[in-house]
T-cell receptor, first 114, second 114 residues
């Protein structure tokens, strides 16, 4: 059974803290994605990676960075957390090579920045 | 870039009735349109998809239709059941670099009442 796991379901951080969100997939997928989900805005792509050490900006990369040192792990980093980064963060993975590959999502991390 | 609009934002139907969710997209190059279902506390999961060379696709009680000329696609759920209650997202795929990128609609919260 395919599985994408995220390190925390709930996280509370203070403004200015450095925050790490971890995502691990066990499907040997090349592509990994980070989205944030906000009410009324749907899912918006922050960053994605199509190979180890490779990354591309999504639609809303400002205030975020990512790291992909191993194929199965994709980390989202908030260098200095701000209250407007309070949100649900979803990680996904997919196999490459053709249009229309299914993205498999983790359960999400709900982040509250105080 | 691609822009996907989704309507309605909330939908309440009685058990056994049909539900229809509509989406429009802006990029005529988009050629793959998946639908995801997100149950409470879980990440989105693919339920059905359609490619641009197909006008309609059906899988048991759910069906999708695509009108490429008008740039809109719809999800139809017949004989709704309480377990259909969830948030539904449409998406359109665009190719960027070496990975395809999904642009999501803003979601429809479907409530099936007894």
């Amino acid at each position: 059974d395919v599985k994408v796991t995220q390190s925390s379901r709930y996280l509370v951080k203070r403004t200015g803290e450095k925050v790490f969100l971890e995502c691990v997939q066990d499907m040997d997928h090349e592509n990994m994605f980070w989205y944030r989900q906000d009410p009324g805005l749907g899912l918006r792509l922050i960053y994605f990676s199509y190979d180890v050490k490779m990354k591309e900006k999504g639609d809303i990369p400002e205030g975020y960075s990512v790291s992909r040192e191993k194929k199965e792990r994709f980390s989202l980093i908030l260098e200095s957390a701000s209250t407007n980064q309070t949100s649900m963060y979803l990680c996904a993975s997919s196999s490459p090579g053709w249009v229309g590959e299914t993205q498999y999502f983790g359960p999400g991390t709900r982040l509250l920045v105080l | 870039g691609e822009n996907v609009e989704q309507h309605p934002s909330t939908l309440s139907v009685q058990e056994g009735d049909s539900a229809v969710i509509k989406c429009t997209y802006s990029d005529s190059a988009s050629n793959y349109f998946p639908w995801y279902k997100q149950e409470l506390g879980k990440g989105p999961q693919l339920i059905i998809d359609i490619r641009s060379n197909v006008g309609e696709k059906k899988d048991q009680r759910i069906a999708v239709t695509l009108n490429k000329t008008a740039k809109h696609f719809s999800l139809h759920i017949t004989e709704t059941q309480p377990e259909d209650s969830a948030v539904y997202f449409c998406a359109a795929t665009t190719i960027t670099g070496t990975a395809s990128k999904l642009t999501f609609g803003t979601g429809t919260r479907l409530q099936v009442t007894l």
